[in-house]
């Protein structure tokens, strides 16, 4: 459409972290922000300069400049200088759904602080976008998106404009959408040099660019975005949007930011065409799928680390302010914040991503640590506080109690795994064999073992114990155990209590499934269930890598690539670790040896060969229907693709990866890619499990924080699902590879991302045989109770000579086994044995926030509607409060200012009965009291 109003927006693309470490990127940025000011300062003409839609810069200004804090404040307040809504600009698909909620909060708070949020969600250069984006940003009354990457075929096919309303899964939500098809710099570098007291060049340069993006606007309102990646402000702009106005008065510019452009479009009120779900296409920009898969370790840190604060962290501190009858705790707020900003430091793009140089990657551990430092301070001050308040002492003694903590909201059955550490010298002491019952005094099984480590220089030998039980506790709640260490369990001389089988074949099973290990190595699942077994699962394939940091390539047609898989490897040993009653356990242990890299001149795959030792742990546990595998890989080898497969014996055409509140549904077949950018590629994005399906089976596999995948479709038509752990390489970018041929950044050397070393992954497979989807196999939930285990806490000493106290200690399986002395708290226990603190009665309604209100003493529940129909749902609270009142907000806490598809009413003083439209997100507002 023909424009008559353009809209200039000076900006700057700041990318924290990337080819230069954080410092001295920072360095610049002081520059920069020292001449914007003096900008601003000297010339009253210059109407606004936007800050790439983040607050994080301005604090990493201040800390260097603190005295210029209030003048940015006056800019700000002045709309001279625009700020947020983001405090950093994530990676959309590498972090959680609650993280972008959190993301967003901390960055309207710090520009609310400095006068104003910018409410356009200008999020420029992420690597596509997901399908829920439209209601998250809706949540902080946001009307907008403005974005260039990702469109495939859709943008074409739909018939959109570079306006259009982007639609929410179940229309839970819609926004007006800007395609930056230009790119996010379509007037960078403006050319500033007079000719005869004019800027020619500049203004032919506008006039091309508008020219251009009239082909595809349905408004007639030009958006131009002047800057792109660390510019600095041009002084120029207000001169040449004069010189421009004066010749083209019937489309005159104006310098303001996105909203200001997102005002006048709406104003416009456009008939506009609709679009639905994600962007992962590559049709007008690289896409750059392969960061999902480089740099694993970072993925799987920060999956860990999320979950440690949303299901443990945040929930537990919540809960133990809730049932504090004496108002004695304090919820932690500052400090959850204050982790939360450091793991969300590591969520921009190229943090994340995995894209950057070495030395960014180093400093990313450092935050990681922090982050996760202060979250389980938080988890040991929150449950020892939590634990004092419930009654444990009983007439007996010597009985030695242990809590367990169900952080997901529905009543659970799962493993639990403790474990204890003493010196040597101390055997005696060790409580080997014990009696552990329930507050109810039920006798519950259990196995355990002992390993004596070797000693450290001149330190003494220590003994740790690992002790495994099944536990039955209550939704979002806990229950009592106790230990009794001087009575051995009734069932010590039981056949099915010995540790060891004296099988001779290589398998174990439960009543759900059965694993065969062959003598070549090959993995057998058989389903009891329908009697079909399974063959090659984590069958493991390896290939040449000649791509870089941002993306996987095979060889061109004049290289060679040899591949190599399970077939070729050596077989070690295979034994049972365990066949106990509870907990089985058996390993294989391989050797896989391949080419140690890539040939100098990169032609092929070099002929020396190097060891790969491969070691995989299945277990299977009692009454739980699902196979975990840990894997141990000592990676010696350069510039390759390590997966790992699971033949399916499905047949289908679509598949389902976990997302952000949403399961998103994928084609298995790829679109042609004619005329893209960047051909579509294979590999994509999940969250905690990919799964398949037809009219008699369900077939997932979960994993924890491995978030690259690709569905196979084998020649008989079966899928095979392939689960990225390994891609190493040694460039950050290149630009001479098959699935990408220009670059994506600096061609530097990235020793780091090959990824040498030993690393360990975490996967479990599980098989519904009379299941037909996902949802029905309850997949999404067996997801979050892999990703999120069972915590046990002992309140008190389990003797004087297992000094653990006030220590959080993660044992080899990741569960967090908490030792608490609580003899220092001085209250008086009131707590029942047994506590569900909330449960919700309908599996599709998944919590992904428990916390204390920003603003308020009330308590924030948000929850998700995981299916595609309208829920209903009770939302039971335990006894001790009282529901005062509750309301729905948007996520800033507040009253909501548009639609939310969802209805909530007190039913009793404990119930609240909820309504959720398909695949809304919902905020609770919750108040209460306590019931004395």
Known sequence: MKSNKIVLVPETHWDREWYLPFQE???????????????????PDYANFTFDGQTIPIEDYLEVRPDKEEEIKNYVQENRLSIGPFYVLADEFLVSGESLIR?????????????????????????????????????????????????????????????????????????????????????????????????KRALRSIRRIVSQLEKYTATPIILLNNGSDHDEAQPEIPEIIQQ????????????????????????????????????????????????????MWIKQRNTKIQYLYETYAEPLSAITWVLDNKGEFDYPSDYIQT??????????????????????????????????????????????????????????????????????????????????????????????????????????KYQGYLIVE????????????????????????????YINPNQNPSYLNEKENELTSNSNENSIENEFYKIKINNEGNIKVLDKETGTWYNQICFFEDKGDWGDEYDFSGPNDNQIDIEFTSDN????????LLDGPIYKSITLKNNLKLPISLTENRERREDIFIDNNI????????????????????????????????????????????????????????????????????????KDFVSISDNKRCFSVINKGL??????????????LAITLLRCVEWLSRDDFKTRNSHAGPQLRTPGAQCLGNHTFELSLVIEGAKTNWLDAKIHLKGKEFNNSLMPVFPSMINSDLRLMDKIVLNPTGILSLYLESSKMERKPFLPPILSFIEIDNKAVLISALKKAENSNSLILRVYNISDKKQDTSLTLCDSIKVSNVSIVNFLEETPKHHIKANVEKKTNHQIKLNLGPHVIATLKIDFEFIT
């Not at 520059?31 to 601003?40: A, F, G, Q, S, V």
């Not at 059955?413 to 005696?428: H, M, R, Y």
């Not at 014990?434 to 039920?442: N, V």
């Open 103 to 199: 993301n967003l909060m901390i960055g309207h708070q710090i520009a609310r602080d400095y006068g104003r949020v910018m409410k356009a969600g200008y999020i420029p250069d992420p690597f596509g976008h997901c399908a829920q984006l439209p209601q998250i940003l809706k949540g902080f009354e946001i009307p907008s998106v403005l974005f260039w990457r990702g469109f495939g075929n859709e943008f074409e096919e739909n018939n959109l404009n570079m306006e259009f309303n982007w639609e929410s899964p179940g229309k839970a939500a819609t926004l007006l959408a800007i395609h930056l098809i230009s790119s996010y710099g379509s007037l960078a570098d403006l050319k500033t040099k007079k000719v005869n007291g004019t800027y």
């Open 615 to 686: 070691e995989v742990n299945i277990s299977l546990y009692q009454g739980i229907k699902r196979i975990d595998f840990k894997i141990n890989v000592e990676n010696n080898s350069k510039d390759h693709r390590l997966r790992v497969l699971f033949p399916s014996n499905i047949k289908t055409d679509k598949m389902y990866a976990d997302g952000h509140f949403y399961i998103i549904p994928r084609q298995i077949e790829l679109p042609s890619g004619k005329n893209w950018v960047q051909q579509p590629l294979p590999t994509n994005h999940q």
């Open 707 to 720: 978030p690259e995948y690709e569905a196979i479709k084998n020649g008989d038509g079966t899928i095979t």
């Open 339 to 444: 982790g939360l900003k450091w793991l969300i430091k590591n969520h921009p793009h190229d943090s994340i991503c995995g894209c950057s140089i070495d030395q960014v990657h180093e400093e990313m551990k450092t935050r990681f640590d922090w982050a996760e430092q202060i979250g389980k301070e938080i988890i040991k001050n929150s449950v020892g506080y939590l634990s004092s308040l419930i009654q444990t002492s009983t007439d007996n003694k010597d009985l030695i109690p242990l809590i367990v903590y169900n952080p997901l909201p529905w009543k659970r059955k799962d493993v639990v795994i403790f474990n204890a550490i003493t010196p040597s010298k101390n055997k005696s002491h060790f409580p080997t064999n014990f009696t552990l019952i329930d507050y109810k005094g039920k006798e519950i």
């Open 569 to 576: 490897a050596i077989i070690l040993k295979v034994s049972k």
């Open 244 to 295: 421009w106005n004066k010749k083209n008065p019937d489309k005159k510019i104006v310098q303001r930011d996105f909203e200001y452009y997102i005002d006048k479009v709406l104003e416009y009120n456009p008939k506009l065409n609709t679009y639905q779900g994600e962007l992962r296409g590559g049709r007008y920009a690289h896409l750059l799928s392969g960061v999902f898969s480089a740099r």
């Open 25 to 43: 990127f920072r360095a610049r940025l002081v520059i920069m922000m020292d001449k914007l000011l003096n900008i601003l300062k000297n010339d």
């Open 454 to 481: 070797e000693p450290r220089y001149d330190q003494e030998s220590n003994i740790s114990g690992t002790f495994t039980f099944l536990a039955e506790v209550p939704a979002c709640g806990y229950k009592r155990y």
